[in-house]
């Protein structure tokens, strides 16, 4: 058995996934992805002489790399003991996840409400749930 961990702030997603691989002699994936939709969303800059979108583009980029290490530090620390792996990908964050799930996952773990980039203001549920092709499991 695979199981996906898409990661977020979620420490009980984690723990979650971690039980059942754990329960399941499983293999786990964890994946945290880089948003690279900032640019998308921010706009343009170019009435601005000034370069502020590119100062805050490379802002979130560290932003978003500090966090990568932080979360994945504390996945791997609580997946010490079952057979794992972890990825950071950039990209847009369901694609990303579906993408990762064509590989041939059984299960997918996530936090509910997932919160991961600019995934706080947009939806990814749905995509996520169209593209899975396996079971989901969302944890509160």
């Not at 945290?32 to 343009?44: K, P, Q, R, S």
């Not at 802002?59 to 994945?72: G, P, Q, S, T």
């Not at 609580?78 to 993408?99: F, L, N, T, W, Y």
Request: aromatic share 8%; hydrophobic share 45%; with cysteine.
């Amino acid at each position: 058995m695979k199981i996906l961990l898409a990661i977020d702030s979620s420490e009980k997603a984690i723990d979650e996934a971690v039980k059942i691989a754990r329960e399941k002699n499983a293999h786990l994936t964890g994946v945290f992805v880089l948003d690279a939709t900032w640019n998308e969303y921010i706009g343009h800059d170019w009435l601005s002489g000034s370069n502020a979108r590119a100062g805050f583009l490379n802002y979130i980029k560290n932003e978003e790399e500090l966090e990568a290490k932080r979360a994945i530090d504390t996945f791997e620390s609580r997946a010490a003991g079952v057979a794992h792996e972890s990825k950071a990908i950039a990209g847009r964050v369901p694609d990303v996840i579906v993408q990762e799930l064509a590989l041939g996952y059984d299960l997918l773990v996530m936090g509910y409400p997932f919160r991961r980039g600019l995934e706080v203001v947009r939806d990814p549920l749905p995509k996520i749930l169209k593209g899975s092709g396996c079971s989901v499991m969302l944890v509160r």
